[in-house]
């Protein structure tokens, strides 16, 4: 896990308080929206489709900080649209530095070469940049050509002048698992901290058993994806996510882990449905009908989601809020390679990895970190 120890801690010192206190529901990271306007226009981007006077606004500094105090999280995530557009985006970041936040900065990284001499380093800050897997692959899903070697400048820019960077990818059924593989070799020679991945949002307009086999393809591909692992790899993820993926664990959602605050409001009930808006932090959590939410509620938007915006939550609760669970996390992290010669077999037949959801509803989702997220 390439997570430094001091993150690790505070959010470890955290999660035992709000246990300590009683606590059952609380966020981990705060999904902070400054803006939906982006210079890309990804294919099912929601964000890019809002109208031009929407587009238009942004949150201020000032809000930025208040939604961070009401929400008391150690973390903060700001996707978008793209944050480099935000014209006090450095004010907004420097803001929460000070205020002794984790920040991931999700960016397309179109504009991070040009802007990087405005950001200090600190261990407070990560770039956590937008890549969809190798050059052919990122160019296509974000609809741009040139797209994967600008973000790569920049990444190499940012890694020179010491920044902490974190690729941060989504990943939907019909993703060749061995590109993906390559990727990650790419992507750690260019000396980032950890990768970050997520699988993409999707759900079946029509409730049926095909919503079983979507999750079940997920994880099939993520069990290729992520078993017989190489030592130069490293995830700045919680490693019990990654086994959720693989389909070794059984998780429910958190969707209180990861609360979405926008120019509209808090988001309910969480990053990626949009069941209305509350006014403040504390109207979103007692107002929310979190039973309706989750896998195991029959809600079918849920039916085939495992992001991690809503389930890391859950994996790095279990992880640091019980001694069962911290082991197991210290297992995963140090000594688990994962060695599986079926996943090896679906690695040889990677024509089966056919993408076939053209029925889907798809949506890009945010690698919530505890994380991640996607710009
Ligand atoms: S299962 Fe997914 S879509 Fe449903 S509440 Fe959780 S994160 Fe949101
Ligand atoms: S997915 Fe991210 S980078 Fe792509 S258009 Fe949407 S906000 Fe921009």
Redesign the pocket.
């Known amino acids: 896990m390439a997570v430094p120890i001091s993150q690790m801690w505070t959010v470890a010192s955290y999660i035992v308080g709000k246990r300590l206190k009683g606590e059952k529901r609380y966020p981990l990271v705060l999904m902070l929206e400054p803006l939906f306007r982006c210079n890309l226009a990804c294919a099912g981007c929601g964000k890019v489709q809002y109208p031009p006077h929407i587009l238009k606004k942004q949150l201020t500094p000032e809000e930025c900080f208040a939604a961070v105090e009401e929400a008391g999280v150690p973390m903060v995530s700001i996707p978008g649209g793209e944050p480099l557009l935000h014209d006090r985006i450095v004010e907004i970041v420097n803001g929460l530095i000070a205020r002794k936040k984790y920040i991931y900065l999700c960016t397309n990284a179109l504009e991070l070469k040009k802007r990087i001499h405005e950001f200090t380093p600190s261990k407070y800050l990560t770039f956590s940049v937008h890549l969809d897997g190798e050059r052919e692959h990122h160019d296509m899903s974000v609809c741009r050509e040139g797209g994967w070697d600008l973000a790569v400048e920049g990444i190499k820019e940012a890694v020179k002048r010491g920044f902490r960077v974190t690729p941060n990818s989504t990943f939907f059924d019909g993703t060749d698992p061995n590109m993906v593989r390559e990727y990650f070799d790419t992507v750690m020679s260019l000396g980032v901290e950890g990768i970050v991945l997520s699988p993409g949002?999707s759900y079946d307009k029509a409730p049926d058993q095909q919503h079983f086999l979507g999750r079940a393809k997920s994880r099939r591909l993520f069990r290729a994806i992520l078993s017989n692992r190489k030592k130069s790899w490293k995830f700045n993820m919680s490693p019990l996510f990654l086994e959720f993926l693989m389909g070794k664990r059984n998780y429910e959602?958190t969707?209180w882990g990861s609360p979405a605050y926008n120019i509209f409001g808090w988001q309910k009930?969480?990053?990626?449905?949009q069941d209305g808006y509350a006014d403040s932090f504390k109207e979103l959590m007692e107002t929310t009908e979190w039973e309706n939410?989750?896998?195991a509620s029959g809600?079918p938007?849920?039916a085939n989601?495992m992001?991690s915006?809503?389930?890391e939550p859950t994996a790095v609760t279990h992880g640091f809020g019980s001694l069962a669970g911290f082991f197991a996390m210290a297992k995963a992290a140090l000594f688990s390679t994962y060695s599986d010669k079926e996943a090896l077999a679906l690695l040889d037949n990677h024509s089966s990895f056919v993408a076939e959801r053209e029925h889907l509803v798809t949506t890009i989702a945010p690698a919530a970190k505890l994380g991640e997220t996607n710009a």
């Open positions: 949002y959602c969707p009930p969480c990053y990626l449905l939410y989750g896998a809600n938007k849920c989601c992001v915006c809503g389930y």
